[in-house]
C-alpha cells in the first residue's frame, strides 16, 4: 500500500543571514508555563536531576550579553542515569539503599506526564509546536533551533559538550522567536566564537528521540528520514525511516570514533542489532501511545475546564524510548515539545469506496516495551505484572466528510465520523517458560512457579481494567488434549487462576473467561473454526460494545467498556485469526454506525473484507517477526480451509525461519531490547551485559526487596476506581457564548496548519490523501465488458473468481491451465455430461471403444460399518478425503463397481476385435508420409513385395556383411587385432600410451586433416 515517499532531511531555510546584534524578545511571547517535576511512569523521579552545571567557555559571550533569563544557569538542568530499581547493573545510590522505589512508581502506571500540586494550568495555545529541527555546533555546545509547520516561529535549545561522565545539561530558551530574531541569535552566538571556528551547521532533521549512555559521553538519537502512513483527525503518523546517532563530546567524530574504548563499541554494536527504520512511528501533534477513545475524552475534558489543550500524557507503556527521554524530562521544563515519543508494532491505513463516499480504515497496533524480548526469551508474566508479547490493537474507522475531530459549528472534538474498537493479546498470566538450549522445535514447558495467591496475574488484570475498564473477556486458544501434555498444562492452570481472582470481583464486573480448542476445532474433520469465532466476536462485541464519537441529539456518542483479551501459546497465529474474526464483526457494526451499511455482518470475499483481510494480515505478519522471527505460519486461509496444499509448502518455510530465528538471532536481539529500553544500565565494576548468564534480573523486582515492599491485599486486589464504566464528557454547546469572539478552532486544534499548510507550493501527487491507494482493484475480478452495466460495484457485494488462489494471496499467480486428455470419439463441448451421468453410454455403431475416458464414480460420506457392502469408489481426485474407516474396509473387502467392469472388459476384447492385413490393399486410414518412409527405406514399390514377402530388396551385399560383422559374436572379444588399430578409440588409446592427455587430444585422429 503506498505510504507516500520518504522524507529527508528538511530545508536550511531556518539558518541565519548575517551576523547582527540579538534585541530584546518581547514580554507577550514567553512561556509563563509553570516548571513541572516528578513522574508518573515507571522512571521514578530523583531529588538530585535538576542540579545547576555552569560551564565557561566561548558560548558564554551570548549569555554574558543576553538579558533573558532562560539561558542562565537557572535553566540549566543534569541528569544522572540511573535505572529504576535495584537489579544487576543498578548505581552506587541503589545498592546502598538511598533511592527508594515504591510500587505505585513500577507497577502498571500509564503516562509520563509529570504530576503538579493543585489544579493544572492551561498551557495555553502552543503556537511554538515543533516540526522542523536544525542543529548547528561550536567545540563546546550544540544549538538546536526548532520552527513551527509555518516556518515563522522559532525555539533554541542548547546542549553541553564538555559535561563530566555520567551528565547532560540542557538548556531550553523559553522564548518564541521570529525569523529575524533567531538569525540574529545565531549571528551572535556565531561572533561570540570566532576564535574557535564559529557556529556551524551541522545538519537538518525532523524530531529528538532522546539521549543514552553506555560508558562514555551521552549521545543523542535524531530522525533524519520520516515517511508519512497514515492521516488522522487531520494529523500526520509517520514511520521513522533513518536515525543517526549525535556523539555529545568535544573532540572530533573522527578521533572520538578512534578513542573509544573496546566496551563502548560492543555496545554501540548491540544497539545496532535494533533496526530503528523498521515499525517505529510518531506523531507530532496526534497521541499515539492512546486510544482515540482515550485521546477524545481527554481533550473534551480540557475543553470543558476552559484549557485549549490538555497536557501532555503519554501511555509509558508504548513509548519505546522512554528511557532516552529521562534526562530531557529531567532537565527541560517542556520535554515533550522537543522530544518525540515513539511507538513500536504496526500503523496501516487505506481508504474504502462506498459509492462516492471515501471511509478511511486504519489499524494501529502498539507492542508495550514491558516484559518486551524474543519468543522463546520472554514467556508469561514477570513479578511486576508485565506480560510477554503484550500487544493493544486498535481499529479506526472514520467517514473523511470533514478532515478534524470536530463537528461543524462550536462543537469541538464531536465529529460523529468517527469510530474505534480495542482489543488486546498477550502471554498467558502465569510463571512458565520454555528451555530453547536443545534443537527440538516445540520445546517442553516448564511451570517453573506455583503462586497460590496469584499476585503477578491480579496485577496484570488490575492494569487491564485501568486501561479499558470492564468486562475483561479473556479468550484462551490454546490446546485442551494432547498425546504428550505441553500447551495442555497452562490450560487448568489459567482456568484457576481467573476463578481465583474472580472470588473477589463484583458480580458485573467478573472476568469472563472462555476456552476453545481452535487447533483441534481446525483439523477436525466438519469442525468450522470461523463460524465457532463468530459466536465469540458477537458475543464480545455485545459485552464491550465499541466507541463511536459525537455529540448530538441525532448522534449520541457511544464508549467502549472492556476488552477482549485473546492469547495463544505464542500470540501470534490462532490469535491473530481470532482477532481478525472479532475485528471483522466490530468492522461491520462501525459501517453501520457511520451509515454506509445496514447490516451486523459482512460477508467474506468482498471487497470491504478482502481489504479488511490483507491489513490484518500484514499486521499479524508485523506482530510476528518482532516476536518469533518468521511471518504468520497459519493465516486466515488455513482456517478457512483454503488452498490448504498450495500454502502447505509456505508453512514449512515460514516455520523454519521461526526455528532459525529462535536458535540462532534471538539473543543478539534481546540485547539490543535491553540496551535500548534502558532494562540494562552500565555501571562502574558491575557485570557487562554480554557476560550476564540470565537476563531474569533486568525484568524483575529484586528478591532482596521483596520484604520491604508494601504489598496488595490478596482479597482486595483490584482498584475499585478502576471498575468504573467509562463514560463521554458532556458537550457543553453555551462553551462558545463563554469564549471571545476572536477564538477559532485554530486556537485549540492546529490541524489545519499541519495537513493543509499555507503558502506552500505543492501539488496534488504529493497530497497524502490522493497518493493514499485504495488498493482495491487487487481485489476485484475483471469486469465481463466495458459497457456492461449490471456489474455491481458495491465493496459489499460477494466476488468469487475462479482463477485467484486465495482472497488473502492476491499476490499469487493464477493457475495454468491444464491440458485434459479425451478420447477422440467423446461428445462435442455442446452437449455436456451431467455431473450424476456415470454410468456407461450405448456405443454407435461405427464407434471404436477407447481405453483414455476415466470412469466418474460417486462419493459417500456415510461411515462404514463392518460387514456392511462397500459403495461405489470415490473419484480418485476426492481419495485423500475417504476416512481411516473407509480406507481399511476397502483393504479388507476389495470391489469392483460396474463401470469398472465394462472398462476392463472392452481394454481386452479390443485387440481381438483389430482386423488382420490379408492383402496388398491401402487401407483407407492408412498414412501417406509412412508410405513415403517406407518405400524410401525398402527400395522398391510398397505393393511390390519380393516372392518370400520381405523388405530386404534394396539392401546390398556389402551392407548386408558389415552387417552381420557388427552383429556377429566374437571368439575372444578382448583381444586387440590389427583391425582394431584403425578404429577411433583405439588410436585415443595409442595416444594415451604415449603420455597425451585424452583430454588435450584436438583430434582422436592423428592423420586428421582438415577439409578431408
Known amino acids: 500500500m503506498d505510504s507516500g515517499p520518504v522524507d529527508g532531511a528538511p530545508h536550511d531555510e531556518g539558518r541565519y543571514d548575517a551576523p547582527q546584534a540579538r534585541p530584546e524578545s518581547p514580554p507577550d511571547e514567553r512561556l509563563d508555563a509553570p516548571r513541572q517535576s516528578g513522574f508518573r511512569s515507571a522512571s521514578k523521579r530523583r531529588s538530585d536531576a535538576t542540579d545547576a552545571h555552569t560551564i565557561t567557555s566561548g558560548d558564554e559571550a551570548h549569555g554574558s550579553q543576553s538579558t533573558h533569563p532562560s539561558l542562565s544557569s537557572e535553566s540549566a538542568g543534569s541528569y544522572h542515569d540511573e535505572p529504576t530499581f535495584v537489579r544487576v547493573g543498578a548505581t552506587a545510590e541503589e545498592l546502598a539503599g538511598k533511592v527508594n522505589v515504591d510500587e505505585a512508581t513500577i507497577h502498571l502506571t500509564e503516562d509520563m506526564s509529570r504530576v503538579v500540586d493543585g489544579p493544572l494550568p492551561d498551557i495555553g495555545k502552543r503556537p511554538h509546536r515543533i516540526y522542523k529541527f536544525t542543529l548547528y555546533e561550536t567545540n563546546a555546545r550544540y544549538w538546536i533551533t526548532g520552527a513551527d509547520v509555518r516556518d515563522k516561529s522559532f525555539r533554541l535549545l542548547r546542549i553541553d559538550r564538555t559535561s563530566p561522565p555520567g551528565q547532560i545539561a540542557i538548556f531550553e530558551d523559553e522564548t518564541i522567536y521570529d525569523r529575524r530574531q533567531m538569525n540574529e541569535v545565531l549571528a551572535s552566538i556565531d561572533e561570540g566564537n570566532l576564535a574557535t571556528g564559529g557556529l556551524r551547521l551541522k ?65 554501540l554494536s548491540i544497539l545496532a542489532n535494533l533496526d530503528l527504520s523498521k515499525h517505529f512511528y510518531f506523531s507530532y501533534a496526534y497521541d499515539i501511545t492512546h486510544s482515540l477513545q482515550h485521546n477524545i475524552i481527554r481533550q473534551r475534558e480540557a475543553v470543558n475546564e476552559g484549557r485549549h489543550q490538555a497536557e501532555p500524557d503519554f501511555n509509558a507503556m508504548f513509548v519505546w524510548n522512554s528511557h532516552l527521554l529521562r534526562p530531557a524530562s529531567a532537565a527541560l521544563k517542556h520535554p515533550f515539545d522537543w522530544c518525540l515519543p515513539i511507538i513500536h508494532g504496526f500503523i496501516d491505513q487505506a481508504v474504502l469506496d462506498i459509492f462516492g463516499r471515501s471511509v478511511y480504515i486504519t489499524i494501529i497496533g502498539r507492542r508495550s516495551r514491558f516484559f518486551a524480548g524474543a519468543r522463546f526469551l520472554k514467556r508469561g508474566i514477570n513479578d511486576l505484572g508485565y506480560v510477554a508479547n503484550d500487544v493493544e490493537t486498535e481499529q479506526i474507522v472514520a467517514e473523511k466528510l470533514t478532515t478534524s475531530f470536530h463537528a461543524p459549528g462550536s462543537r469541538l472534538y464531536a465529529n460523529p465520523t468517527y469510530t474505534s474498537y480495542v482489543h488486546n493479546r498477550g502471554s498467558i498470566p502465569l510463571y512458565w517458560a520454555q528451555d530453547n538450549s536443545g534443537v527440538t522445535p516445540k520445546p517442553a514447558i516448564d511451570i517453573n512457579l506455583n503462586d497460590p495467591f496469584y499476585q503477578p496475574a491480579a496485577l496484570h488484570f488490575d492494569n487491564l481494567f485501568e486501561r479499558y475498564g470492564c468486562p475483561v473477556y479473556v479468550l484462551n486458544l490454546i490446546k485442551a488434549r494432547e498425546r504428550t501434555p505441553r500447551e495442555s498444562k497452562l490450560l487448568n492452570q489459567f482456568d484457576d487462576c481467573v476463578k481465583y481472582l474472580n472470588q473477589s470481583l463484583p458480580t458485573e464486573s467478573k472476568i469472563v473467561y472462555k476456552a476453545f480448542d481452535m487447533s483441534r476445532a481446525s483439523k477436525t474433520r466438519g469442525g468450522d473454526v470461523i463460524r465457532s469465532l463468530e459466536i465469540i466476536a458477537e458475543e464480545t462485541l455485545n459485552l464491550t460494545g465499541f466507541f463511536h464519537n459525537g455529540g448530538t441529539e441525532s448522534a449520541e456518542p ?190 485549540y486544534d492546529e490541524y489545519w496548519l499541519e495537513c493543509y499548510r499555507p503558502a506552500a507550493l505543492s501539488s496534488l501527487m504529493k497530497v497524502y490523501s490522493y497518493r493514499l491507494n485504495s488498493d482495491i482493484s487487487r481485489f476485484l475480478p475483471d469486469r465481463p465488458h466495458p459497457k456492461d452495466g449490471r456489474f455491481d460495484f458495491s465493496p459489499f457485494k460477494v466476488r468469487l473468481d475462479p482463477h485467484r488462489l486465495s482472497v488473502d494471496s492476491p499476490d499469487k499467480k493464477p493457475q495454468r491451465k491444464g491440458v485434459k486428455i479425451v478420447d477422440p470419439q467423446d461428445e462435442q463441448p455442446g452437449t455436456p455430461l451431467l455431473a450424476s451421468e456415470d454410468g456407461h453410454r450405448p456405443a454407435a455403431h461405427d464407434e471404436k471403444h477407447g481405453i483414455l475416458r476415466e470412469p466418474t464414480f460417486e462419493r459417500s460420506d456415510a461411515p462404514i460399518e463392518m460387514g456392511e457392502k462397500w459403495p461405489r469408489p470415490a473419484d480418485k481426485a476426492q481419495m485423500h478425503l475417504w476416512s481411516l474407516n473407509q480406507f481399511h474396509a476397502q483393504s479388507l473387502h476389495p470391489s469392483v463397481s460396474d463401470t469398472e467392469s465394462r472398462e476392463y472388459e472392452r481394454y481386452i476384447t479390443h485387440p481381438l476385435n483389430l482386423p488382420l492385413v490379408v492383402s496388398s490393399d491401402l487401407p483407407s486410414d492408412a498414412n501417406i508420409d509412412y508410405v513415403e518412409y517406407v518405400h524410401k527405406v525398402s527400395g522398391s514399390e510398397f505393393d511390390e513385395y519380393d516372392e518370400d514377402g520381405s523388405f530386404g530388396g534394396g539392401v546390398g551385399e556389402q551392407d548386408m556383411q558389415h552387417f552381420w560383422e557388427f552383429t556377429g559374436k566374437k571368439v575372444d572379444p578382448l583381444t586387440v587385432t590389427e583391425d582394431d588399430l584403425a578404429k577411433k578409440r583405439y588410436k585415443a588409446y595409442n595416444q594415451w600410451l604415449r603420455g597425451k592427455s585424452l583430454f588435450k587430444q584436438s583430434k582422436v585422429d592423428p592423420e586428421y586433416r582438415p577439409g578431408s
Open 203 to 267: 545538519y537538518n532533521f525532523w524530531g529528538l528521540l532522546g539521549f543514552i549512555r553506555f560508558t562514555e559521553a551521552y549521545y543523542m538519537l535524531v530522525i533524519t528520514k520520516r515517511q508519512q502512513v497514515a492521516m488522522i483527525g487531520g494529523h500526520y503518523v509517520y514511520q521513522v525511516e533513518g536515525t543517526e546517532l549525535v556523539s555529545l563530546s568535544t573532540g572530533s567524530s573522527s578521533r572520538f570514533a578512534r578513542d573509544r574504548n573496546p566496551e563502548e563499541i560492543r555496545f
Open 558 to 747: 457511544q464508549v467502549q467498556n472492556g476488552v477482549v483479551r485473546t492469547n495463544c501459546i505464542d500470540c501470534l497465529d490462532r490469535t491473530n485469526a481470532a482477532q481478525f474474526v472479532i475485528g471483522k464483526r466490530a468492522f461491520a457494526l462501525q459501517l453501520r454506525a457511520l451509515g454506509v451499511f445496514d447490516c451486523d455482518e459482512i460477508d467474506y470475499d468482498t471487497d470491504a473484507v478482502n481489504m479488511f483481510t490483507h491489513m490484518f494480515h500484514d499486521h499479524g505478519d508485523t506482530i510476528a517477526v518482532q516476536y518469533g522471527g518468521s511471518h504468520l505460519v497459519n493465516t486466515m486461509a488455513t482456517y478457512r480451509k483454503l488452498n490448504h496444499w498450495q500454502s502447505s509448502s509456505r508453512d514449512m518455510v515460514e516455520s523454519f525461519k521461526r526455528y532459525y530465528h529462535n536458535s540462532f538471532l534471538d539473543n543478539q536481539r534481546q540485547e539490543a531490547y535491553n540496551l535500548f529500553l534502558g532494562n540494562y544500565v552500565w555501571v562502574q565494576g558491575q557485570p557487562m551485559l554480554w557476560d550476564l548468564s540470565t537476563d531474569y534480573y533486568l525484568h524483575h523486582s529484586n528478591p532482596r526487596e521483596w520484604l520491604e515492599r508494601s504489598r496488595r491485599s490478596y482479597i482486595y486486589w483490584f482498584t475499585p476506581e478502576f471498575l468504573e464504566p467509562r463514560r463521554m464528557p458532556p458537550l457543553l454547546l453555551n462553551h462558545s457564548k463563554e469564549t471571545t469572539e476572536d477564538e477559532t478552532v485554530a486556537d
